[in-house]
């Protein structure tokens, strides 16, 4: 069993910067990936990043359409997983899920409850 409670997300204006965290506990946690997705209002839930864990060298994966504007991380000593968010646009506002997997090309198969974000224009 494996709980993410995330925080961090608020109201920004585009172009702003944002960190998103995500306190991981269970069983585990050094050996999973995690990941990062969103949900918009009306859309389907969608992938923005993952990490592996240390034995694979903290591999990142990111969706395409982030453009390089997004950082994921991991503190695996303080069993956090972050997402930097830089220029922000108002089509990034969403509901962010923090997600774990048990490989890194793994399904998630927990999940957070949710932060949400919002970047008004």
């Known amino acids: 069993q494996v709980q993410l409670v995330e925080s961090g997300g608020g109201l920004v204006q585009a172009g702003g910067s944002l960190r998103l965290s995500c306190a991981a506990s269970?069983?585990?946690?050094?050996?999973?990936?995690f990941g990062w997705l969103r949900q918009a209002p009306g859309k389907d839930r969608e992938f923005v990043a993952r990490i592996s864990a240390s034995s694979w060298s903290y591999r990142t994966l990111y969706a395409d359409s982030l453009e390089g504007r997004f950082t994921i991380s991991r503190d695996d000593a303080k069993n956090q997983v972050y997402l930097q968010m830089n220029s922000l646009k108002p089509e990034d506002t969403a509901v962010y899920y923090c997600?774990?997997?048990?490989?890194?090309?793994?399904?998630?198969?927990?999940w957070g409850q949710g932060t949400q974000v919002t970047v008004s224009s």
């Open positions: 269970g069983r585990a946690l050094s050996t999973s990936a």
């Open positions: 997600a774990h997997a048990k490989s890194y090309l793994g399904s998630f198969d927990y």
